[in-house]
C-alpha cells in the first residue's frame, strides 16, 4: 500500500516525527526527514529511498525549497506529516509572565508556520493534480482546558499559547479541508494526549486518575493512527480531527 509513496516529515528528529519515520521506512515509503536538528534521525541511514535535511521551516522559501527538492528527488508528494514544534528559549512561562515578544514567536513558528506549509503544499497538489494528504499534530489541550490540579506544586505548567495554537491547528484543518475538498486533498489532524518525557512520578499519576488503562502514551501509540489517515483506507476521511488520549478528554 505504501511502496512508492513519498512523503514529507517536519518535525522528523522529534518524539512523534522520529517513531513515525521508522514506522514508514519499515513498510516501504520514500520519505524526506527534515528538522533543524538530525541527531536522532542520523540512525536512520540515508539511502535513494530516503533523505534526511536540516531545514528551518521558519523560513517560507525553505519550505518551498523542501517541495521542489523532494520533488526533485522522487519525482512527487503524496502526502506531508507537520510534526514540527519550534519554541522559543523561553516557552513554558506562566501566563502572568509572559512576555509580547515570546507570544508573538510562539504563535508565527508554530500555527503561522503550519499555515504556510498549507500554502505551499497545496499549491504544489493542485499544480501537479495530485490527491495529496496532510496531516497536522493537534494535541488534546486544542480540544479540552488543561486539567490545572495535575500541575499544582510541581514545576511545570501547559503555557495559555500551547491551547490556543493547538486550537488554531485543529480549525485550521477544517477550514482547508472545506476550502479544496473538490481538489480530493485530504487534510486531517490528531490531538494527542500527553506524551511520556520524563514527567514527575506525581504528575504521570495524577494524569492516569483522569485516563483509563495507560495515562501518558508513548510515540508508538499515536502512529498507527496517522498511517491510517495516509492510507487509502481513509479515502473519505477529510477535515477531521482523531483524538487518542486514554480517556483524558472525556
Known amino acids: 500500500m505504501f511502496k512508492n509513496k513519498v512523503y514529507i516529515i517536519t518535525g522528523a528528529n522529534g518524539r512523534i516525527g522520529l517513531e513515525l519515520s521508522k514506522h514508514l521506512i519499515k513498510i516501504g515509503a520514500k ?25 528551518d521551516i521558519i523560513n517560507e522559501k525553505n519550505i518551498q525549497h523542501l517541495i521542489k527538492m523532494t520533488h526533485k528527488k522522487f519525482n512527487k508528494i503524496d502526502g506531508i506529516v507537520h510534526c514540527a514544534y519550534p ?25 503561522g508556520v503550519s499555515i504556510l506549509i498549507s500554502k505551499q503544499i497545496i499549491k504544489y497538489f493542485i499544480k501537479n493534480k495530485i490527491s495529496g494528504k496532510i496531516i497536522y499534530i493537534s494535541s488534546i489541550q486544542g480540544v479540552r482546558p488543561p486539567k490545572f490540579e495535575h500541575y499544582r506544586g510541581l514545576k511545570m505548567s501547559s503555557p495559555i499559547e500551547y491551547s490556543v495554537i493547538k486550537t488554531g491547528i485543529i480549525s485550521l484543518t477544517s477550514y482547508l479541508a472545506k476550502l479544496y475538498k473538490k481538489n480530493k486533498i485530504s487534510i486531517n489532524c490528531v490531538s494527542p494526549g500527553g506524551i511520556k518525557d520524563k514527567q514527575p512520578k506525581k504528575f504521570m499519576k495524577r494524569y492516569l486518575q483522569t485516563c483509563g488503562l495507560k495515562g501518558l502514551l508513548n510515540p508508538k501509540d499515536i502512529v498507527g493512527t496517522i498511517i491510517f489517515l495516509l492510507s ?4 473519505y476521511i477529510n477535515g477531521q480531527n482523531i483524538i487518542i488520549d486514554d480517556g483524558w478528554s472525556l
Not at 87 to 111: H, M, Y
Not at 232 to 235: D, F, G, L, P, V
Request: aromatic share 6%; glycine share 2%.
Open 31 to 55: 520519505i524526506v526527514m527534515t528538522d533543524i536538528k538530525t541527531n536522532n534521525i542520523k540512525s536512520l541511514n540515508n539511502n535513494n529511498n530516503h533523505l534526511i535535511k536540516k531545514i
Open 87 to 111: 519554541v522559543t528559549k523561553d516557552w513554558g512561562q506562566i501566563f502572568e509572565k509572559l512576555s509580547p515578544k515570546s507570544l508573538k514567536e510562539n504563535l508565527f513558528n508554530q500555527l
Open 232 to 235: 487509502k483506507n481513509s479515502e
